[in-house]
């Protein structure tokens, strides 16, 4: 009798997902997790395989009718996307970033991602994060259960061998394909899988059981520095780990260690991947123990780390894949967003008056140049999107708000300087202001400025004037900066 590959936990666990994606290349190990997910009916109706096309191999296009084949044998719709990146170099590395992005754009939060890594590809991946000089994070390695938003991903097979797999294709007469590029060993994994695993194993026949069970010590390690981290800030009353913003005094009190253990999961929540050794001790040597006056800076790839007054303020140049806050976010209430289309909600505390609990908009895409004068809102209430400045912007009829004169027109403006704003009974310079809440210099050009016709009416995420702000009244109106 062939012991079951998915336990009774592992289906009651995927029984709660509405779809449940799977990615599917044709090759053994998404072809037995194809067949063992299929096999169960209640799972049955919630399976979509994902094929993608990498274009990179000359038999792609019979690989992709191999698995649109299996796929209608099993009674279970496929969809198939071609992909494109620069294949000049780092190829395995861009192929991946590209097979995810399509994986994700599919789910929502109540899916799930399955992918059919196993014990050997958990073994491998160990050794070449060791081999990179990687830390506990990389050591990790792969969970079995994890988030890949909006969704989350599931790797069931991970305390599995492939000989196992392999032994439930023969037994189950299944066909899979090989990738011919598997056979090249100028990729590092190829070359440890060929060359280094064979020898290790003659020596030590259980060394892939062990390396994989390294990683699950350092997953364990990973969790308790992260609860140690948030810990760090929540009892130095600090913005959470998951805002690109972080107040520097409390954590002088602390080791260096910890410092690092903090900014290490600060920059992990945020999506960043964590610099060089010699780098990310900078941050702390020259940036967060700089001198109080000092406005240091520091970069890797994309990414900026600035300092300003208490905080450190994280910056990317691609500003449309990084979240985007015109102030730190302890000062917002909270935000949650679901992007695709679907429901938008935010929660957000102004400095003068509050916005409401709750926004609903669907995507809608335009192009402008972000520091042109003047973008007339001819579609409003409809979103403005300005992807150059990062800004979504979102508007909702509220009980308090901002009441429109008649016939005004709406214009979305940035900082030129010299602005006033009319704000507590007084006019006051932006500048002024800015200074007042405590904005970066490097950030205040990108605040969304809400003109009606010449008037300064709002200041996206921090304050409505006094000119059109007005309460209890059901034609009043809100702007939300979402970003994206």
């Known amino acids: 009798m062939i012991k079951p590959l998915l336990s009774t936990e592992w289906f009651s666990r995927l029984s709660h997902f509405n779809k449940l994606i799977i990615g599917f290349s044709g090759g053994l190990d998404s072809t037995v997790l194809l067949h063992v997910l299929a096999s169960h009916h209640t799972l049955l109706a919630k399976l979509i395989a994902v094929h993608v096309n990498h274009g990179i191999s000359a038999n792609a296009s019979r690989w992709q009718l191999h698995c649109q084949q299996f796929c209608q044998n099993l009674g279970i719709p496929l969809i198939t996307q071609s992909v494109q990146f620069d294949c000049s170099a780092n190829i395995e590395e861009r192929a991946r970033i590209a097979r995810y992005a399509v994986f994700s754009s599919l789910l929502t939060e109540r899916d799930c991602l399955i992918l059919g890594h196993h014990l050997n590809d958990q073994a491998e991946t160990v050794l070449l994060q060791l081999f990179r000089g990687s830390g506990v994070d990389g050591l990790a390695a792969m969970p079995d259960f994890g988030q890949l938003e909006p969704g989350k991903i599931a790797r069931p097979f991970l305390t599995h061998s492939r000989e196992q797999l392999e032994h439930y294709a023969v037994i189950h007469q299944l066909s899979w394909i090989e990738d011919e590029s598997n056979q090249d060993i100028n990729y590092s994994r190829n070359y440890l899988r060929q060359h280094i695993m064979p020898l290790l194993k003659r020596k030590w026949p259980g060394v892939a059981g062990n390396i994989a069970r390294t990683a699950l010590h350092c997953q364990q390690a990973k969790r308790n520095l992260d609860m140690l981290a948030v810990q760090d800030v929540t009892l130095e009353n ?92 302890a000062k917002l209430a909270a935000e949650r967003e679901v992007c695709g289309g679907m429901e938008r909600r935010i929660e957000v505390q102004t400095k003068s008056h509050e916005y409401p609990r709750s926004v609903s908009t669907k995507q809608v895409f335009s192009s402008v140049e972000f520091r042109t004068r003047s973008i007339e809102w001819s579609t409003f209430p409809l979103p403005l999107v300005i992807p150059d400045a990062n800004v979504n912007l979102l508007t909702q009829k509220a009980n308090q708000g901002l009441i429109i004169p008649a016939n005004s027109k709406i214009f979305v403006r940035f900082r030129q300087g010299g602005e006033e704003f009319f704000l507590n009974g007084q006019t006051k310079r932006l500048k002024k202001l800015f200074q007042e809440w405590g904005v970066p210099p490097w950030l205040r050009e990108r605040v969304p400025l809400i003109y009606f016709n010449d008037k300064l009416a709002a200041v996206v995420g921090y304050a409505m004037s006094d000119l059109f702000f007005t309460k209890e009244c059901p034609d009043a109106w809100v702007f939300v900066n979402c970003s994206f």
């Open 238 to 329: 600090l913005e959470k780990l998951t805002n690109n913003s972080l107040l520097i005094t409390p954590l002088k009190a602390l080791s260096r260690d910890r410092i690092a253990n903090v900014l290490r999961v600060w920059l992990k929540n945020n999506q960043i991947q964590l610099p060089s050794t010699v780098t990310f001790w900078r941050l702390i040597d020259e940036v967060i123990f700089a001198s109080p006056d000092a406005t240091p800076v520091v970069s890797w790839g994309e990414v900026t780390v600035r300092r300003y007054q208490k905080h450190l303020y994280l910056d990317k140049k691609n500003a449309n894949n990084f979240p985007f806050c015109t102030r730190p976010l």
